[in-house]
């Protein structure tokens, strides 16, 4: 077995059975990266004598006896988590240069606990975006192509799609990702890997630069689901520094994987059924119901009426935050300043500000800036809210009928770098069976469940009640078990 | 609702995004596409709902309050790390007042 195939449960258990070392599979990973990365672009920057010294001193504490829950594992952490002394860039222009003088909470859990950092994961620019097309630093590769068409390069996905490439490529165990409409979930999907939103407010936003503050959930992305509640047990807990963190204790997540289905309540919303869906999305729904029943769970119809109205309402939501987040790249105080001889202040703000920030972002800071403008916040902004509490009430109404919601994670698979470009609108569709978790606060996990005729990974998504990430748990890595998921990318370390 | 240019400019101005004239038609087309589609929200009944403030889902607060004291300070230095353009202990940026 090559070091780069382990999963993190199996490489942490190689490791305390000292059957290889932190600084052996930091090297592994190292070597992946300087193979695959010119081309995936997965990470931004690599810190790879900073993660060999970090390797060395896990192994010493391990050898101590002082070894903690990740101690020794590789890990990426997506460029949009402050990192001391550690460049971060949010995938922005704006950000190039920027050294972090704090570590973010979630980051310094995972150091905490004995993580090595491999370096920063690319994304889209400020997490906006679901095909890592927008990045200031380049696109990123899917590692996965399809089975008749192998030249085409397929999108990861986004925003966490160098996340999502760099796991599904053996160039990390895991990789921290955030989720604000499907940021998590569908480059997961899109990767063949899985990857959990938590429930608002279970994971510190302290130092997690900042996109649309009343959905940004950070989570993990890893190759299995058990892996994903490794990384999300040492990652979450209250934190003092965000006002938003719930104070509410952390469970076991991974002893929740290996719970029975048998007798729980599946809710299958039925305005998930799109028109025009892929016949493969709707066969791969179906088989993971089935798989769920034939393991003893009953099979919920359920009514989310609000379903079709998730999405615009996001757009009017995410845009406003952002707009008001995004006010703080003023070039006065840290990143780039773009000036001209006889810049007034003003003239600094505005060049500062156009050449910083890349077209989607300019779109939704002015779409943002719209609709919390005098005369139209009424209109717009104040209507998103109430019709965002009607998209959380339906959840409300269903939990009294079933324990999880399974539905499809994505309406598509990957599709290719050049597709879909045109068209904002039909890039924000992406997000369609994702974004109603964030508008409501909910978990969501994606999992790998089967593939395409074209051998592309498609994924299904477990929605739970708030805080009860291990019924998603649960459920996931039961249709886990039964998809028996094993294609790899053709790109791999 | 369709925006014209001069409110698409008003808006950029608000947002302090310079906007070249040559690209206010297409972030004009591109806005009134999205806001095309967002309109379909006035098709919902919301009379009497309660607007949801924050994130949090139901039964949790949506903000903690904490207690108004000092927590952190006395980090100049770190603040302006980044700063592009620094004199001392301050920020600089071009002259504001004669």
Redesign the interface.
């Known amino acids: 077995m090559r070091l780069t195939d382990h999963t993190l449960a199996s490489a942490l258990a190689a490791l305390e059975a000292g059957e290889t070392t932190s600084v052996a599979l930091t090297e592994a990973f190292l070597d992946g990266i300087a193979r695959l990365n010119p081309r995936l672009n997965a990470f931004i920057t690599v810190t790879g004598e900073q993660a060999l010294e970090a390797a060395k001193a896990s192994d010493a504490r391990r050898a101590a006896g002082k070894a903690g829950p990740l101690e020794g594992a590789p890990i990426a952490i997506k460029d949009l988590f402050c990192t001391a002394g550690v460049q971060t860039t949010a995938g922005s222009a704006i950000l190039r ?3 972090p ?2 570590e973010s909470t979630v980051s310094g859990n995972l150091l905490r606990d004995g993580a090595v950092f491999l370096g920063k994961v690319n994304l889209d620019e400020f997490a906006m975006g679901s095909s890592n097309t927008t990045s200031a630093y380049g696109p990123v590769e899917n590692p996965w192509s399809r089975a008749n068409d192998p030249d085409t390069r397929l999108v990861p996905g986004g925003s966490s799609g160098g996340s999502a490439a760099a796991v599904a490529a053996r160039l990390a165990l895991g990789a921290t990702a955030t989720d604000t409409g499907g940021s998590i979930r569908q480059p997961a999907a899109f990767c063949g890997i899985a990857g959990i939103k938590p ?3 279970r994971c510190s936003r302290f130092g997690i630069v900042a996109f649309a ?4 959930q950070a989570g993990p992305v890893a190759r299995t689901v058990e892996d994903c509640a490794i990384l999300l047990k040492s990652m979450a807990g209250f934190d ?1 520094k965000d ?5 509410v204790p952390v469970p076991d997540f991974r002893a929740a994987c290996a719970k029975p289905v048998e007798g729980l309540r599946i809710g299958v919303p039925k305005e998930y059924r799109l028109d025009g869906m892929a016949p493969e999305i709707e066969a791969l729904w179906r088989q993971g119901l089935d798989w769920l029943a034939q393991q003893g769970a009953t099979l919920v119809d359920i009514s989310l009426p ?1 379903t ?2 998730a999405l ?2 996001y ?2 939501v995410a845009p406003a935050e952002a ?1 008001s987040n995004l ?1 703080r790249y ?8 773009e ?1 001209v001889p006889g ?9 500062t ?2 050449k910083g ?1 890349g077209a989607e972002v ?2 939704r ?3 943002g ?2 609709v919390l ?1 005098a005369g139209y916040y009424d209109a ?1 902004y ?9 998209i ?1 009430r339906d959840f ?1 109404e269903a939990w009294g009928k079933v324990d999880a919601i399974v539905t499809p994670a994505t309406p598509t698979a990957a599709f290719g770098m050049d597709e879909r470009q045109d ?3 039909t890039m924000y569709l992406n997000d369609v069976f994702t974004v109603t978790a ?1 508008l ?3 978990p969501g996990l994606a999992v790998p469940a089967g593939l395409d005729a074209q051998g592309l990974p498609l994924g299904l998504q477990v929605i739970g009640k ?2 009860d990430e291990e019924m998603c748990f649960t459920v996931g890595a039961a249709i886990e078990r039964a998809a028996g998921f094993n294609a790899v990318p053709r790109m791999r370390a | 609702m369709s925006l014209d240019a001069a409110t698409v400019k008003r808006i950029a101005s608000l947002a302090r995004i310079r906007l070249e004239e040559a690209e206010v038609a297409r972030m004009q087309a591109e806005i009134n596409g999205i806001l095309g589609w967002i309109e379909q929200l006035r098709e919902v009944d919301t009379d009497g709902v309660e607007p949801m403030a924050g994130g949090a889902p139901t039964g949790q607060p949506a903000m903690r309050m904490r207690e108004d004291v000092v927590t952190d300070g006395g980090q100049a230095d770190a603040v302006l790390a980044n700063a592009p353009d620094r004199q001392g202990a301050y920020f600089c940026v071009p002259k504001v007042v004669e």
């Open positions: 240069g920027f050294i003088p704090y429930t608002y407010g503050s009343s959905l940004d003092p006002a938003t963190s719930a104070d609000h079709k109205y615009p309402t757009y009017i707009s006010a003023d070039g006065v105080r840290f990143g780039l300043r000036t810049s007034d202040l003003r003239d600094l703000y505005e060049r500000r156009a920030f300019r779109r800071i002015m779409i800036t719209y403008s717009y104040l209507k998103a809210q109430k019709v965002r509490a009607l959380r409300e068209d904002p609108v964030n409501a606060g909910l708030p805080f």
